[in-house]
């Protein structure tokens, strides 16, 4: 035992500077490490991932988690565990923009029975006339020689009116309309220009 102590200390003395220059290292270390600050605390919320278009149910693809101050998160902002599949953004939104409840038609925004249907008017100064809560009768104007047009439905409610994008032409407006009047709006936008007028309030 006596033979160790002696190699261990002729060892020591040997590499003096060597373990002097480790514990001066370990002192700044662990000096700096008790003033540095703790890490911010953050709270993570849901953001659009890329610029999104009203009147579309954003996909995973579309949404990323962000990370804010707790002293900036905005009121009614979404988790990252929220549910959109049901959910319809009423106006457009910018990529990294943090996600709230009022950028959405809720669910119960969209009677029983109907669906949220975004359809885009050719002409913006049409929609501009519109406010959410109208009603509207759908006309589909022929796109050949044939002057006349055909009504589609009538009195369907206008839920929203997103924020024109500058990546398209005319104006989307959010209809509430029952399943089969979406489907025939589909079809016949394919080959006819969608107007609407305004109809007296029926609440």
Same mark, same amino acid.
């Given at each position: 035992? #006596?033979?160790?102590?002696?190699? +261990?200390?002729?060892?020591? $003395?040997?590499?003096?500077? =060597?373990?002097?220059?480790?514990?001066?290292?370990?002192?700044?270390?662990?000096?700096?490490?008790?003033? *540095?600050?703790?890490?911010?605390?953050?709270?993570? &919320?849901?953001?659009?991932?890329?610029?999104?278009?009203?009147? !579309?149910?954003? *996909?995973?693809?579309?949404?990323?988690?962000?990370?804010?101050?707790?002293?900036? !998160?905005?009121?009614?902002?979404?988790?990252?565990?929220?549910?959109?599949?049901?959910?319809?953004?009423?106006?457009?939104?910018?990529?990294?923009?943090?996600?709230?409840?009022?950028?959405?038609?809720?669910?119960?925004?969209?009677?029983?029975?109907?669906?949220?249907?975004?359809? $885009?008017?050719?002409?913006?100064?049409?929609?501009?006339?519109?406010?959410?809560?109208?009603?509207?009768?759908?006309?589909?104007?022929?796109? #050949?020689?044939?002057?006349?047009?055909?009504? +589609?439905?009538?009195? !369907?409610? &206008? =839920?929203? +009116?997103?924020?024109?994008? $500058?990546?398209?032409?005319?104006?989307? !407006?959010?209809?509430? #309309? *029952?399943? *089969?009047?979406?489907? $025939?709006?589909?079809?016949? #936008?394919?080959?006819?220009?969608?107007? &609407?007028?305004?109809?007296?309030?029926?609440?």
């Amino acid at each position: 035992m #006596t033979n160790f102590w002696h190699d +261990l200390i002729r060892a020591a $003395r040997w590499h003096r500077r =060597l373990l002097a220059g480790l514990c001066a290292a370990a002192a700044v270390y662990f000096g700096l490490a008790s003033f *540095s600050p703790p890490a911010a605390a953050s709270t993570a &919320v849901l953001a659009a991932a890329r610029d999104l278009p009203g009147g !579309v149910t954003p *996909s995973a693809d579309d949404l990323r988690v962000l990370r804010l101050p707790p002293a900036t !998160v905005p009121s009614g902002v979404l988790r990252p565990d929220t549910d959109l599949s049901d959910r319809i953004l009423a106006t457009a939104v910018r990529a990294g923009e943090p996600l709230t409840d009022a950028r959405f038609l809720t669910p119960p925004a969209i009677p029983p029975g109907l669906v949220a249907y975004p359809l $885009r008017l050719d002409d913006p100064d049409i929609a501009a006339l519109l406010r959410p809560g109208d009603h509207v009768d759908l006309y589909a104007a022929s796109a #050949t020689a044939d002057p006349s047009a055909a009504r +589609l439905a009538t009195a !369907v409610r &206008v =839920l929203a +009116l997103p924020a024109p994008s $500058r990546s398209s032409g005319g104006a989307l !407006v959010v209809l509430a #309309t *029952s399943p *089969s009047t979406a489907a $025939r709006l589909a079809q016949s #936008t394919t080959n006819s220009r969608i107007t &609407v007028a305004l109809t007296r309030d029926t609440s």
